[in-house]
């Protein structure tokens, strides 16, 4: 029994050596499903994401990406709004000033003579002086830029617009004053004014005056003569650019009456005129400054107060973007000779010149006409 199952297991041993390809079979089949599994994942439930760009957004070799610029901005601006009709002088005083400021602001400083709406972008403060240039039109343009305007009288007010120096002049009030100061400091009331022939602001000088020295002094009658024919004061008119004959002539009617003081209009202060009076030894009354060498024979200049130092204070306000607000210069005296002017005889007549400027008294002339009113 033994040898029978020996021998046919060598025989079956032997044919299977015979027919090698099944097995083949089989053992490349377990090899092909042990590199399946080793392509699989390596970890089951965890599927791979494949990531795909896009055509065309990839850049070439070649190419470069670059930032677009941005655009660069502007600091504000300050500007000057001065017309070639404005006040050569106080445009020159403003100019240097309101660079200094703004640049103290980090702003851009530009004086203009015109100024259109379409330019306002950029424009955070404006600063106008008369003759109008369109402030109207600029102010309802740009809501976000304040506007200060020096010397406009009519204006009022609003969100961003301030003024300085509003009201209208009043050469009637300031004539007034320099009578009453003429004759508050001259002994025997011998005074006189010198105005502009044929003009309506020559008769308002000239009424004002007359009104003034009354109002000081009734008839002002002198104790002793001479006496005028219509009495003290006494006038002169004198035309625009007047010669050196004329101011002569003028000296010789004044120095007949014995005048001792003078108020003499803005428009004929020439230095000439005052010298011809100061070596007469007739001091006079002023609606500006006293020209240099002649101090010893003035009394006073009357007049508004400079708008420079108000509108310059109203500069952080226009900073900060606080419009509405208003700054009016009433008449006063700007500079006083203490020598010819004591201080109890001018506060004298600033007590008169409040009750003036209040209303309580009136000047006597229409300063439109130089009539009465």
């Not at 506060?347 to 229409?366: N, Q, S, Y």
Request: with cysteine.
């Amino acid at each position: 029994m033994k040898s029978t199952l020996t021998i046919r297991s060598i025989r079956s041993h032997a044919s299977t050596l015979a027919h090698p390809l099944p097995a083949i079979r089989c053992y490349l089949a377990f090899l092909l499903s042990l590199a399946l599994l080793a392509c699989g994942p390596s970890s089951p439930g965890v599927t791979p994401v494949v990531t795909t760009q896009p055509p065309g957004l990839l850049p070439s070799p070649s190419s470069t990406l670059t930032a677009s610029p941005s655009p660069t901005l502007l600091p504000p601006l300050a500007i000057l709004l001065a017309p070639a009709e404005a006040d050569p002088l106080l445009a020159e005083a403003l100019q240097p000033a309101l660079s200094d400021l703004a640049a103290q602001a980090g702003m851009l400083f530009q004086p203009r003579a015109s100024l259109s709406p379409l330019e306002l972008e950029q424009v955070k403060i404006v600063v106008a002086l008369p003759p109008d240039p369109g402030l109207a039109e600029l102010i309802a343009a740009a809501p976000q830029t304040q506007f200060l305007a020096i010397g406009f009288p009519g204006l009022e007010p609003a969100a961003n617009l301030s003024l300085v120096g509003t009201q209208a002049g009043r050469p009637d009030q300031l004539a007034f004053l320099a009578g009453y100061t003429a004759a508050l400091t001259n002994e025997n009331w011998r005074v006189a004014v010198i105005s502009q022939a044929g003009t309506v602001d020559g008769k308002v000088a000239r009424q004002g005056f007359i009104n003034g020295v009354t109002f000081y002094c009734g008839l002002c009658r002198p104790p002793y003569p001479p006496y005028p024919a219509a009495g003290y004061p006494v006038s002169v008119e004198l035309s625009a650019g007047a010669s050196p004959a004329d101011w002569q002539a003028a000296l010789t009617y004044l120095s007949s009456w014995e005048v001792g003081a003078v108020y003499v209009q803005a428009e004929l202060a020439e230095v000439g005129l005052l010298t011809v009076l100061a070596e007469a030894g007739i001091d006079f009354i002023l609606a500006g400054p006293a020209p240099a060498g002649l101090e010893a024979n003035w009394i006073a200049s009357l007049g508004y107060p400079s708008v420079l130092e108000p509108a310059l204070a109203l500069w952080p306000d226009l900073i900060a973007g606080k419009g509405g607000q208003r700054v009016d210069l009433p008449l006063g005296f700007s500079q006083v000779n203490p020598d010819l002017l004591s201080l109890g005889r001018q506060r004298l007549a600033e007590k008169v010149l409040a009750d003036l400027l209040a209303g309580f008294i009136g000047t006597g002339v229409d300063p439109l006409t130089g009539e009465p009113p």
